[in-house]
Structure formats: structure tokens, C-alpha cells
């Protein structure tokens, strides 16, 4: 059964930072593209950021600039740090990785920036 568990979430002011870990456990042959999506109250998920096995990287416009995602493939978990939060960063993320050929999605973790 594979998991992904997110942390890292939490309360904010407005030009702090952030940085989200989530880590894929399992039974796991193989991790392609994972990624961090974001579901703010009322509105629908939407991509940040996602990155390749290989490194290559694409963002949100909203998150370019700001947020950085990487990946440590030896430990299965996929980062984002963010800087310089605005309040309508506030949302739940999610990750999100394509392990042995399926999707999968962690539950979620709450960011919250004050303004």
C-alpha cells in the first residue's frame, strides 16, 4: 500500500516562509512526476509546482519566484519551500506523485497566512 504524507503546513505572517515535506512510503518500484496542488475554500485545486524524476521543474505563475520544489529521490519525499507567503497563499496542499504507474494524492496539509 503506498502513502503520501505531507507536513510542514501551519500559520504564517505575511513575507514568511514555509518549506512542505512529503514523503511516499510502500511498496514502491518507481516515482515519475510528483507534484503540490493547492485547494483554497471555494476554489478548485489547482497546480503549484511539479517536478520530473529527472529534476525538471514547472510552476504556477503564482508560485514562480517564490516557491522552489525539489525532490531527494533516496528518501522518496518531494519538498517546497516557500518565500515571501501572501494571505491568498492560504490553502490546503496536497501532493501528489505518479508511484508505479498510478496516481496518488496525500491528504493535505493546511497553510495558513495571516495578513
Known amino acids: 500500500q503506498v502513502q503520501l504524507v505531507e507536513s510542514g503546513g501551519g500559520l504564517v505572517q505575511a513575507g514568511g516562509s514555509l518549506r512542505l515535506s512529503c514523503a511516499a512510503s510502500?511498496?514502491?518500484?518507481?516515482?515519475?512526476?510528483m507534484g503540490w496542488y493547492r485547494q483554497a475554500p471555494g476554489k478548485q485545486r489547482e497546480l503549484v509546482a511539479e517536478i520530473t524524476s529527472l529534476g525538471s521543474t514547472r510552476y504556477a505563475d503564482s508560485a514562480k519566484d517564490r516557491f522552489t520544489i525539489s525532490r531527494d529521490n533516496s528518501k522518496n519525499t518531494v519538498y517546497l519551500q516557500m518565500n515571501s507567503l501572501k494571505p491568498e497563499d492560504t490553502a490546503v496542499y496536497y501532493c501528489n506523485g505518479l508511484i508505479n504507474g498510478m496516481d496518488y494524492w496525500g491528504k493535505g496539509t493546511l497553510v495558513t497566512v495571516s495578513s
Open positions: 510502500g511498496s514502491i518500484f518507481s516515482i515519475g512526476t
